[in-house]
């Protein structure tokens, strides 16, 4: 058993709290978010993470969790202390690293025992120098060591628990192989390969890794628009790319982009710090672009199909959250087509089985509907925006039926184009053989 202790309560630092305590150890969580503690400590966890409250619960009840707003009080007996807080974007497309320097702050005010500090946060490659440095400049007792270690997070929201149990690789950047070490031990029950690399290395890990699933992604996304003109299956063609093992199926599906907390920020965070450092991002850069513009030809394609204008169409939208089994909104491109869709004079109606009350708080002039078959009443398209298992098995003959007019605008090809012309949709997905309309032609 080891005291841990986790600055930031997000969808990582609680994850990764949370899995430890599971793990037999005693946990402490510290973040500035009151009511997010407050909840925490009724064992209520304040965001939709499959598992996890279960997991917190279990380990509030065995004595294992704690949760506080006050660093003394977390950090006293922590022998690690993890840094989870946010790192979102800066004005500029650079990582604001304001939250982990208040945190690195808060850790020198408190530091009178020796600890290892972990930064778990995504961070620009040369961040735990300057952690290292900040600790030292404000710390009160100079004479006590403390050791900064890089340990890079892959986890996924939606199965954070899962993938935080079952990691790939364990990623682990110290200038001292020794604390590396003992940050390792910690994870000895995952049974994970461990690399032990410098800091440097270890940040870069975790920007490469992003940046080459956004690339998957836009490829596939480039891909399919060259199969929507010369009349190919995308689906098609990504099973038959993906069952090549040095290319793999993963982040093979073609749809309306990556979004998400993580890969739009990480993707230009370092192209950034590429550009910054006098090299040229190119690939990077059409990374970005592809992505932005599948949004754009899914609103391009739709008003085609409404003559020309979308003013006064009632758009329905299915799915909000930037992907499945998370209420998280950030970046998600249901914000941008419904801002494109808006702009034009669309009225738009939408569901999402979990991030409505997320998605209230950001989005202007909307219609949240309770269910599919209200968003699709009277609608002159309807667009699948996240592909949730709920949206799978819809009784497609009513949402058709309820429609005014039946454009079904399938931005992750979870439907059968066949299926859903049979039933007289006018359908699109993306990639899906000429202009998206599935192998068989268009309806
Ligand atoms: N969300 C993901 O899927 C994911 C996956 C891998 C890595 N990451 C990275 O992990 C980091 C955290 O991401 P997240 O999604 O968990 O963020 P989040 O916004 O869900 O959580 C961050 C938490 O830190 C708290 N916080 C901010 N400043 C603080 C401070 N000074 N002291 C104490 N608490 C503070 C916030 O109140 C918030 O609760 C980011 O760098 C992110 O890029 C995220």
Redesign the pocket.
């Known amino acids: 058993m080891k005291e841990i202790a986790v ?7 609680l994850v990764t709290g949370a899995c430890f305590a599971d793990l037999g150890n005693r946990v402490w969580c ?4 009151e009511a ?1 503690i407050e909840s925490l400590k009724m064992g209520k966890v304040p965001f939709f993470e499959p598992g996890l409250e279960e997991i917190v619960r279990r380990n509030l009840k065995a004595g294992r969790i704690f949760f506080t707003t006050s660093y003394a009080e977390a950090l006293k007996n922590a022998e690690f202390i993890f840094i ?4 979102p974007e800066g004005s500029e497309g650079e990582a604001d690293l304001s ?1 982990v320097e ?2 690195a702050k ?1 850790i020198a005010k408190h530091l009178d025992h020796p600890v290892i500090v972990v930064n ?4 620009p490659i040369g961040t735990g120098d300057i952690v290292a440095e900040i600790i030292r400049e404000n710390m009160a007792n100079p004479s006590i060591p403390f050791w900064v270690v890089s340990n ?6 939606g199965s ?1 628990v899962h993938d935080f149990m079952n990691p790939d690789r364990i990623v682990l950047g110290s200038t001292s192989r020794e604390a590396a070490e003992k940050v390792a031990e910690l994870y000895a029950p995952l049974q994970a390969p461990v690399i032990i690399t410098d800091l440097r290395t270890a940040e870069m890990i975790k920007y490469a890794s992003n940046a080459f699933l956004a690339t998957k992604i836009s490829f596939i996304n480039e891909i399919a628009n060259i199969c929507e003109a010369l009349g190919a299956d995308v689906k098609v063609v990504a099973w038959g790319m993906g069952l090549d093992h040095r290319i793999g199926p993963e982040f093979l599906g073609a749809g309306i982009g990556w979004g998400g ?2 890969f739009p ?2 993707v230009r965070a370092l192209a950034y710090m590429a550009a910054t450092h006098g090299c040229h991002p190119q690939l990077l850069r059409s990374v970005i672009e592809i992505n932005q513009d599948q949004r754009r030809r899914l609103v391009h394609k739709l008003r085609s199909l409404l003559g020309g204008s979308l003013r006064n169409k009632v758009i329905g939208i299915l799915g909000l959250a930037f992907k499945p089994n998370t209420d998280d909104m950030r970046e998600a491109p249901s914000v941008e087509i419904i801002h494109m869709l808006q702009h034009e004079g669309a009225k738009v109606k939408a569901y999402d089985p979990a991030a409505m009350e997320n998605a209230k708080a950001i989005l202007n002039g909307v219609e949240f509907k309770e269910d599919p078959y209200q968003v699709a009443e009277g609608a002159d398209a309807l667009i699948l925006v996240t592909e949730w298992n709920e949206f799978k098995q819809l009784d497609m003959e009513r949402i058709k039926n309820l429609m005014r007019k039946p454009i079904l605008m399938d931005g992750r090809n979870i439907y059968d184009p066949e299926k859903m012309r049979a039933l007289g949709f006018i359908y699109r997905g993306i990639g899906r053989g000429f202009d998206g309309a599935g192998t068989s032609g268009g309806s």
């Open positions: 600055i930031g309560a997000g969808y990582v630092g510290v973040d500035v978010n997010k989870a807080v946010n790192t939250y208040a945190a808060e778990k946060s995504t961070v890079p997070e892959f986890l996924r929201e954070a907390s993580c920020k990480d």
